[in-house]
């Protein structure tokens, strides 16, 4: 196969990433990889979808610090190529890192994406299904009962009331976003600082208030689906607990969280469960699922990491299976024809 991964930037990349991972056990596998960023499309007049694609040189197993060093040196070869020599497109950028600089590259995946799918590349994760989680009201689509309790609004009064009726006090951050940033946990609508809390977070549009979760402080579970169900080989599941730093709300690896082991509950794989329809109907082929008790903090449909934890922490790296079943599904897409739509591809 060739599989090309779409990012925000191959400057951005590391060695640490689950892409990263990913690209290397395709390699493993005999595939050919290639990168490709927001500008790298090319719709040429004649209606023929290209892409300039950053390509990788396959060859003997791969540390990932020196294949990350080759995709950003002149190792790296740039080919335009046609879409329709691709065989997956998978959709690894982060549309909230360009939101605010470039917020034309924001939705350029799901965008190309659709493109590309409609012409017969296998797309994950569905852009379809992609365009409509651009922020975290996506997930308010999810059943209540694996929700926090949650207001979204701009509204100071409604978010002090709000907060008011949270015995357990409040966390607030934006509807857009991500890694962390502009996270708050309030205590009380009287807060001292509550209305600069209120304005820098509202200055990047609607607000989200969630009911604290007590059991946050420990840190929430990281838990990869593949096609809608727990990503597990042998018993080994693809999850791990991430840890936030001393004095943190957050648990975000990007905002110095660490990562644990965990064991997998009755009452987690209960909450996969029951977001799995919607993510299957939506396409969605790989997801991280950012789970407290027996409630979701977030759902991670563009970017899930922590595969490289997840393989240090239980020894088994999980990156093989994901790429194993691609392959599968792209045998059966020839095998059928083209007849099956590309949001049925992804999760079958």
């Known amino acids: 196969m060739r599989i090309a991964f779409f990012v925000n930037s191959t400057a951005g990349e590391a060695s640490y990433y689950t892409t990263t991972s990913l690209a290397l056990a395709a390699m493993a596998r005999g595939h050919e990889i290639c990168y490709m960023t927001p500008g790298d ?132 951050k934006p509807l857009q976003g991500s890694g962390g940033k502009n996270v708050f946990k309030i205590t009380s609508s009287k807060e001292a600082n509550l209305n600069q809390i209120f304005e820098a977070v509202s200055g990047e549009g609607y607000l989200i208030a969630q009911g604290y979760l007590p059991d946050a402080t420990a840190g929430d579970v990281r838990m990869f689906l593949m096609n809608g169900k727990p990503l597990q080989r042998d018993g080994a599941y693809a999850t791990f607990r991430r840890v936030p730093a001393k004095g943190e709300v957050r648990s975000n690896m990007s905002a110095a969280g660490s990562a644990a082991p965990v064991d997998v509950t009755r009452e987690m794989l209960a909450v996969a469960e029951i977001v799995r329809p919607k993510l299957v109907e939506d396409g969605m082929f790989l997801v991280g699922l950012d789970i407290v008790g027996d409630k979701i903090l977030e759902i991670n449909v563009f970017t899930p990491g922590g595969l490289p934890d997840i393989a240090e922490l239980h020894g088994v790296d999980l990156a093989p299976d994901i790429i194993a079943a691609l392959e599968q599904k792209v045998e059966m897409k020839k095998s059928y024809g083209g007849k099956l739509s590309n949001r049925t591809l992804a999760t079958l």
């Open 41 to 172: 499309f090319v719709l040429r007049p004649d209606d023929k979808l290209m892409i300039r694609a950053t390509v990788v040189k396959s060859g003997k197993s791969r540390k990932a610090d020196a294949f990350v060093s080759g995709l950003q040196s002149g190792q790296a070869k740039v080919e335009t190529v046609a879409i329709d020599e691709i065989d997956v497109l998978f959709l690894r950028n982060d549309p909230s890192e360009d939101a605010d600089e470039r917020p034309w590259a924001a939705q350029a995946g799901t965008i190309f994406g659709r493109l590309a799918a409609e012409r017969g590349v296998l797309t994950v994760n569905d852009p379809d299904g992609l365009a409509r989680a651009q922020n975290k009201l996506y997930f308010q689509g999810f059943p209540e009962a694996v929700r926090p309790t949650t207001l979204i609004s701009k509204s100071i009064e409604e978010i002090r009331a709000f907060i008011d009726q949270q015995k357990q006090g409040a966390i607030l």
